[in-house]
């Protein structure tokens, strides 16, 4: 199968697509074929080697291991099962997220779809598409809303709660903007001034340019402050925070359960959750598509189709 393959750590050249072995699934396991994956920040670290001992260690020291294949989210069709799996059948459109395994950037790619004690297992999360969305929709949502929801868990977020969002425009912020007003907060989001106006349609209350203003220091205090661009520290927040404040980075987040999946599942078929897409890249444009990534300007989310 064709598979974009990270043949040494280093800038979005590194990317080349080869030809390598369809993987097989085990008992536990679905087989998808890829429709779409994304062009995404975890995989823009891992193809950097950022942070370089987490990456070294996990994917390979001196280089990345044989064939290794990024690729944190996705979405397509199950076409084979492993004799445990019941969740799912051949057939099914699904999303998800691959885990620390990755494998996304590939015409196939395996996930764990085993039932256990009557759940899905944690590892390798997938969901059959909500009926709103397209397939290649479909593919940017996993991760970025996932990982917005645990934080918002994580600084029990409710009605009333005071919100500041720093990186409001990008996948992290777009989500979380939408959940936090969902869930009642007062949201105040940090862009620069060409994303202002979409966050506003997003649903912000307030919106600061920090290209005119440092978020930090304009006097207001939040229950919770969430980085989620990262770009900011706990330090710089703590004057911003109330006295029983939170700081949240994506950082120690509880592990992901299927019930997670199902609560975006829900919020995006009501139509109170909507994925931003920015742009969609043919697999054959994945070095342009990491060019783009790391310029770290991206509004939202980039698709990177891989199903012709
Ligand atoms: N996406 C995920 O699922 C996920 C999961 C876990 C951890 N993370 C980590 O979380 C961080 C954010 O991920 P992401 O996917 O949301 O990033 P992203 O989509 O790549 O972020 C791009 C956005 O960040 C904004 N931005 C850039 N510099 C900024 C600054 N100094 N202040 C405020 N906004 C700024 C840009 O807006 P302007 O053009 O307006 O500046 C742009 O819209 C990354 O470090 C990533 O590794 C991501």
């Given at each position: 199968?064709?598979?974009?393959?990270?043949?040494?750590?280093?800038?979005?050249?590194?990317?080349?697509?080869?030809?390598?072995?369809?993987?097989?699934?085990?008992?536990?396991?679905?087989?998808?074929?890829?429709?779409?994956?994304?062009?995404?920040?975890?995989?823009?670290?891992?193809?950097?080697?950022?942070?370089?001992?987490?990456?070294?260690?996990?994917?390979?020291?001196?280089?990345?291991?044989?064939?290794?294949?990024?690729?944190?989210?996705?979405?397509?069709?199950?076409?084979?099962?492993?004799?445990d799996?019941?969740?799912?059948?051949?057939?099914?459109?699904?999303?998800?997220?691959?885990?620390?395994?990755l494998?996304?950037?590939?015409?196939?790619?395996?996930?764990?779809?085993?039932?256990?004690?009557?759940?899905?297992?944690?590892?390798g999360?997938?969901?059959?598409?909500?009926?709103?969305?397209?397939?290649?929709?479909?593919?940017?949502?996993?991760?970025?809303?996932?990982?917005?929801?645990?934080?918002?868990?994580?600084?029990?977020?409710?009605?009333?709660?005071?919100?500041?969002?720093?990186?409001?425009?990008?996948?992290?912020?777009?989500?979380?903007?939408?959940?936090?007003?969902?869930?009642?907060?007062?949201?105040?989001?940090?862009?620069?001034?060409?994303?202002?106006?979409?966050?506003?349609?997003?649903?912000?209350?307030?919106?600061?340019?920090?290209t005119?203003?440092?978020?930090?220091k304009?006097?207001?205090?939040?229950?919770?402050?969430?980085?989620?661009?990262?770009?900011?520290?706990r330090?710089?927040?703590?004057?911003?925070?109330?006295?029983?404040?939170?700081?949240?980075?994506?950082?120690?987040?509880?592990?992901?359960?299927?019930?997670?999946?199902?609560?975006?599942h829900?919020?995006?078929?009501?139509?109170?959750?909507?994925?931003?897409?920015?742009?969609?890249?043919?697999?054959?444009?994945?070095?342009?598509?990491?060019?783009?990534?790391?310029?770290?300007?991206?509004?939202?989310?980039?698709?990177?189709?891989?199903?012709?």
């Amino acid at each position: 199968m064709k598979a974009v393959v990270i043949t040494k750590y280093g800038p979005p050249e590194v990317l080349q697509i080869k030809e390598i072995a369809k993987p097989q699934p085990k008992a536990n396991e679905v087989l998808i074929k890829v429709h779409a994956t994304t062009a995404h920040a975890g995989d823009s670290r891992i193809r950097r080697s950022s942070p370089w001992i987490v990456v070294r260690l996990l994917f390979g020291f001196f280089k990345p291991k044989k064939n290794l294949v990024p690729g944190i989210e996705f979405s397509g069709t199950i076409t084979a099962i492993g004799a445990d799996v019941t969740l799912f059948k051949k057939g099914d459109k699904v999303f998800g997220l691959t885990g620390l395994r990755l494998g996304a950037y590939a015409e196939y790619c395996c996930v764990r779809g085993k039932v256990k004690d009557g759940k899905q297992e944690t590892k390798g999360i997938i969901k059959k598409i909500p009926n709103n969305l397209t397939l290649a929709q479909s593919a940017v949502v996993a991760s970025g809303a996932l990982t917005a929801l645990k934080n918002l868990q994580k600084g029990k977020v409710t009605k009333g709660t005071s919100i500041l969002i720093n990186g409001g425009s990008g996948s992290l912020g777009t989500y979380a903007i939408q959940m936090a007003k969902y869930y009642g907060a007062e949201v105040t989001a940090v862009c620069s001034g060409k994303n202002v106006e979409s966050l506003r349609t997003l649903g912000a209350d307030h919106v600061i340019d920090y290209t005119k203003e440092d978020f930090t220091k304009t006097g207001k205090k939040y229950d919770v402050v969430y980085d989620a661009v990262m770009k900011s520290s706990r330090f710089k927040c703590k004057k911003i925070l109330k006295p029983k404040g939170k700081y949240l980075n994506n950082y120690w987040l509880s592990s992901i359960k299927a019930a997670d999946m199902e609560t975006i599942h829900n919020l995006i078929e009501q139509n109170i959750l909507r994925p931003v897409i920015d742009r969609t890249y043919e697999m054959d444009a994945v070095v342009e598509a990491h060019k783009y990534l790391d310029t770290e300007r991206k509004r939202g989310n980039v698709i990177i189709q891989i199903e012709k």
